[in-house]
């Protein structure tokens, strides 16, 4: 299947600091991919709707200003988590879907541990 | 509302066979997927259907009936590995997924 791969896998910073993740499609083009959130033992929550070439849409609840979304390219999304506290903690995930039957692909994840 | 059902937790035996199932109201239907997730990891893609029936790979199958919102997906012959979270997801009208909260199964020696 599509690969997509994730980097950080591991992130640790302090409370108030910005940090980046990548999402990247390594085999095919994603004009479209997913950021979701999953705390332990939980479902995940979906993000936000990255768009190559346009603003990302935001679920209900998501800052947009604090989760900065940008779709560089058409293998490419990052998101940025601004100004970062304890509670964003969690594991973030992203995804792009490929192929006809709009197969979502997931990348590994990204611990993020806030301090 | 849109909403997806699954049971939370299942255990089962190594060796056995499970069913997990899936019921489903969405606006609209393009698909409906089934995602393995071990504990720690980020999910992978088990199966796609969009018809009626049963779709077989290996020892996993998934079966959907649209008319019933149902689907359900069969795992034969446990092995300890299997043990993780089975998540149900439906492509709506929009193309959106909707994910169901996930089936945590357990499977004992």
């Known amino acids: 299947g599509a690969v997509v791969s994730q980097h950080p896998s591991w992130v640790i910073c302090k409370s108030g600091t910005s940090v980046k993740i990548e999402c990247r499609s390594l085999?095919?083009?994603?004009?479209?991919m997913f950021w979701y959130r999953q705390f332990p033992k939980q479902s995940l929550m979906l993000m936000a709707t990255?768009?190559?070439?346009?603003?990302?849409?935001?679920e209900q609840g998501v800052e947009k200003d604090k989760f900065l979304i940008n779709h560089a390219s058409l293998t490419l999304s990052t998101l940025t988590v601004t100004s970062a506290h304890p509670e964003d903690s969690s594991f973030y995930i992203c995804s792009a879907p490929s192929g006809r039957q709009e197969t979502q692909y997931f990348g590994p994840g990204t611990r993020l541990l806030v301090l | 509302g849109q909403n997806i059902d699954q049971p939370t937790e299942m255990t089962a035996t190594e060796g056995a066979i499970v069913q997990i199932n899936c019921t489903y109201q969405?606006?609209?239907?393009?698909?409906l997927f089934w995602y393995q997730q071990h504990a720690g990891e980020a999910p992978t893609f088990l199966s796609y259907n969009v018809l009626d029936g049963l779709e077989e790979k290996g020892r996993f199958s998934s079966f959907l009936s649209r008319s019933k919102g149902y689907s359900y997906l069969l795992l034969k012959e446990l092995q300890m590995k299997d043990s993780a979270s089975y998540l149900c997801?439906?492509?709506?009208?929009?193309?959106?997924?909707?994910w169901g909260a996930g089936t945590k199964l357990i499977i004992k020696p």
């Open positions: 969405t606006s609209g239907f393009n698909g």
């Open positions: 085999d095919f083009q994603a004009t479209t």
């Open positions: 997801a439906v492509l709506d009208s929009n193309y959106q997924l909707i």
């Open positions: 990255s768009n190559e070439g346009s603003k990302a849409t935001y």
